[in-house]
């Protein structure tokens, strides 16, 4: 572990732009990437354990400022369980970040270094999936558990590590030569892995987890079949790009099952898991958004579009 004089970004938590939130968010990253990494006992676990008070006090700030700027999209969630199921499906339309041009334009006409770039960010923003599921499947009721488990075993390629997700994704990033280190990625796209991660470890925002799981499942089909149309049009071969190709697919059935199994179960047992999952959605998708706003000036797409126009 760093010593705690090396944690004062830690202090910067608050912030949700800015210098203060992109060293905020490079600090985080990198400590989290060592934290979870499984470890022995060791003289400093005293030391360690203080710190880790520290990051997780800072990391709980920011998701409660990310909270009060979300608030305003979430003002109106019904408790009711059909008409908060609707409300949930109707984020696929209408939510923070869809529909963005960003993704039929890597489709039809990014160039193999626009792609790379964009995947770079991609990959440094993905938490794994399947760890975070882990870490939010702890102690939740029955029927939503089961949903959670089966949704885990196809991430983990049903027993076949050829055919588990994270890896598929490592062996596209490795035969791109993709180099994530956060010092190379926007903070943007740090911030986004960042935020699931917290969810996702925090019991108290477990439901907030489950929602923007959730919401993943939900909205990532399209996105990744423009990607995977990108990509195969850059002649990136089948194999390679099959983390993409398989999303565009199984994750919409993940979706029907999710929201059946694990958000109407969970809301039917406790009316106050609604908001708590719609909180949860909005914010993942509020970071995506962020995320593609922060690619499109990057590409300067937008001027380059509304000079063509």
């Not at 770039?117 to 939740?140: C, I, P, R, S, Y």
């Not at 958000?263 to 609604?274: G, I, K, N, Q, T």
């Not at 949860?280 to 970071?287: E, Q, S």
């Amino acid at each position: 572990m760093v010593a705690t004089d090396d944690l004062s970004w830690a202090e910067m938590a608050g912030d949700i732009e800015g210098s203060r939130f992109e060293r905020f968010h490079a600090g985080l990253a990198k400590y989290n990437a060592r934290q979870l990494e499984p470890g022995f006992p060791n003289e400093t676990w005293r030391e360690d354990l203080d710190e880790y008070a520290r990051v997780k006090r800072a990391e709980g700030e920011y998701i409660e400022a990310v909270r009060h700027e979300i608030s305003p999209l979430v003002a109106n969630v019904p408790s009711g369980v059909d008409d908060f199921i609707d409300w949930f499906e109707e984020l696929k339309e209408t939510g923070p970040g869809q529909g963005d041009p960003l993704f039929p334009w890597l489709a039809e006409a990014a160039s193999l270094a626009d792609m790379l770039w964009f995947l770079t960010q991609e990959v440094a923003g993905e938490a794994g999936f399947d760890d975070l599921l882990a870490l939010t499947q702890v102690k939740m009721p029955v029927t939503a558990k089961l949903e959670m488990a089966r949704n885990y075993w196809d991430e983990m390629g049903r027993g076949r590590d050829a055919a588990m997700h994270g890896p598929l994704l490592e062996r596209l990033a490795s035969y791109l030569e993709i180099d994530a280190r956060p010092e190379l990625v926007v903070p943007e796209s740090l911030a986004l892995g960042n935020a699931m991660l917290a969810l996702a470890r925090s019991r108290r925002y477990c439901f907030h987890s489950i929602g923007a799981l959730g919401v993943i499942e939900m909205t990532a089909p399209t996105r990744a079949c423009f990607v995977d149309a990108g990509l195969k049009r850059l002649r990136i071969p089948t194999k390679k790009r099959l983390y993409f190709t398989l999303h565009a697919v199984l994750d919409i059935k993940h979706s029907e099952c999710w929201n059946r199994e694990v958000l109407r179960s969970l809301v039917e047992r406790d009316a106050r898991c609604a908001n708590a999952i719609a909180e949860g959605a909005v914010i993942r998708l509020w970071h995506g958004a962020r995320c593609f706003d922060r690619y499109r000036r990057h590409f300067a797409f937008d001027q380059q579009h509304s000079q063509a126009a």
